[in-house]
């Protein structure tokens, strides 16, 4: 176990372990003409018909729907728009073919109505390239991207490079590739790993991003081929129907570490959680060993720090994490600046290949980073540093995440916009979910990139939309300010029952910001003014959702 030394020389960490020179480029603009490509035809066989008929999608009968390869004039609304997460289960495993069609078709129309700017779209790796490397599936994204272009949404397709659910027995579950399961049960620590040896399987451990442990190549390697295919299988509509991609860095598609597995995040408790450290195995450990020993400092390389017990869920019992713990030694400055490198370098890899691949295609790149707000209100934020955010009461380490991003013209996507201090702290009275995302809000200002907010539930009520427009109006007030957009996650039965889905367009309508707003619905049969929708017949309209 690492210890911590009074004697220790003062040095800076950072420089030493984390040296940004090696990926540093200058910033570039994503808003090239596109480039002009030989225009081709193919033919996809899905259940489409007229957008404009109540039968978007026929039940049984398949139409050839023949696309024209063209880039399409997006005119952009006033003031923030607002996407739909699909469903987590849109494209069926392991056919890879898109469910629930009809719905689908139905529930895209509904969210045209409302005057919603497009929809999300996980791209799963674990669905797409399933069975063997460099067998790529995209059927169902195919399906469902001719759909949104029909119905007049765009799409921002997110790659996700993580697990979904929590084993097989989640209705939402979806592993990693096979082949990538495999190499991982071989070598288990190509998984992230705790003190206690604990491994996660979420994501693959960024200790072995550059080394070819995945038949031959690393994973960045094969995150980059998979975006690579993407590119080119979807080269019809970049930058016409889908006009943002969201590039997966870690658990949840986010920039962190998984320091609190995803069992534990849905515990109603899950807001003391002060999280475990992430680097046990020995690609992290070869990783610290080397940073330790160019300082000179061996004893601090043989693991995480020593008194940053997770069982007492109070860091004020922590030697670690107390208000005068460690954290704020010669050591705990090494071993955090070390830690966090690590995921800024793993970030900035990421961002440097998207940005290669997607490079004049008129899409917006964005990464994600979590809203770990539950120690907010202590000395040295402990969920936030075994996350990999080296961000305490002195020191601001979220600004380093948004000058990677803006190195390579990123977005910044996060949580928690919904969620208010007064309600959290009744739970937890040292967290604060507001004042997590307006610091993050302030290093999107300061290094002037566009950001997009979420919610970290699918909360329908006014009171969590009235807190979204409020933090929004907070990013957005100041001249020249980048622009701001909303993704609602998610998309399913409840967002259409009546109540909720008066409140969730009047939302759409404040976030956008148009005097007209158009409130009827379409399903073939008349279009009904939304006072009128009763809530039965909405929840009808998308029939599974």
């Known amino acids: 176990m690492a210890i911590t030394s009074p004697s220790a020389p003062s040095f800076s960490a950072l420089s030493i372990c ?35 008929s109540s039968n978007a999608l026929d039940g049984d009968g398949d139409l050839r729907y023949e696309l024209q390869h063209g880039v399409s004039t997006h005119q952009r609304r006033r003031g923030s728009p607002v996407f739909v997460t699909l469903p987590i289960d849109a494209v069926r495993l392991p056919a890879g073919t898109m469910k629930r069609k009809k719905a689908m078709a139905q529930s895209f129309r509904a969210l045209v109505a409302a005057g919603v700017e497009g929809v999300v779209m996980e791209v799963w790796w674990g669905l797409v390239e399933r069975e063997l490397p460099r067998v790529y599936n995209w059927q169902g994204y195919l399906e469902i991207v001719v759909l949104a272009k029909c119905c007049g949404l765009k799409v921002r397709a997110v790659m996700a490079f993580h697990q979904c659910g929590t084993g097989p027995d989640d209705p939402f579950w979806i592993p990693l590739p096979r082949w990538v399961c495999e190499e991982m049960n071989k070598d288990p620590d190509l998984a992230y790993s705790d003190r206690f040896g604990r491994r996660n399987m979420e994501y693959i451990s960024l200790g072995c991003d550059v080394l070819p442990i995945l038949h031959g190549r690393s994973p960045i390697q ?176 979220l600004l380093p995440i948004a000058r990677v991003f803006g190195r390579y013209g990123f977005s910044m996507c996060c949580t928690c916009f919904e969620m208010q201090d007064a309600e959290e702290q009744q739970m937890n009275p040292v967290s604060s979910p507001e004042g997590f995302v307006k610091q993050l809000l302030l290093a999107t200002r300061i290094c002037d990139i566009p950001l997009q907010g979420e919610n970290s539930a699918s909360s329908l009520d006014d009171k969590s939309f009235q807190q979204v427009l409020r933090m929004s109006k907070f990013y957005s007030d100041g001249p020249g300010t980048p622009t701001f957009s909303f993704n609602f996650v998610r998309m399913d039965k409840n967002l259409f029952e009546y109540r909720n889905w008066v409140s969730f367009t009047r939302f759409v309508r404040q976030m956008s910001d148009v005097k007209s707003f158009r409130a009827k619905l379409g399903f073939g049969e008349g279009d009904m003014p939304l006072s009128s929708l009763s809530a039965s017949a909405t929840a009808g309209a998308v029939l599974a959702y």
Request: proline share 5%.
């Open 18 to 52: 984390y040296n940004t020179t090696e990926y540093s480029t200058p910033s570039r603009s994503l808003n090239f003409s596109p480039i002009q490509t030989t225009r081709s035809r193919f033919t996809l066989s899905c259940r489409l018909n007229d957008s404009s």
């Open 222 to 397: 094969a995150y980059t081929e998979f975006m690579r295919s993407f590119r080119d299988t979807f080269i019809p509509f970049l930058g016409g129907v889908i006009t943002g991609i969201q590039v997966g860095m870690g658990p949840a598609g986010e920039l962190r570490y998984p320091s609190c597995p995803i069992q534990k995040l849905a515990w109603p408790w899950r807001s003391r959680e002060l999280g475990e450290f992430q680097c046990y195995d020995k690609y992290m450990l070869a990783s610290l060993n080397a940073c330790a020993g160019e300082i000179g400092m061996r004893e601090w390389a043989n693991g995480g720090p020593i008194g940053a017990s997770n069982l007492m869920q109070d860091p004020e019992s922590t030697e670690f994490f107390k208000s005068d713990g460690s954290w704020n030694t010669p050591y705990g400055e090494f071993f955090l600046a070390w830690y966090s490198g690590m995921l800024l370098l793993h970030g900035e890899r990421i961002c440097r290949e998207a940005e290669t691949i997607f490079r004049g295609r008129e899409v917006n790149l964005s990464g994600k980073v979590a809203g770990i707000h539950w120690h907010y209100g202590t000395q040295s934020h402990p969920s936030e540093l075994t996350a990999g955010y080296y961000n305490t009461s002195i020191r601001d380490g």
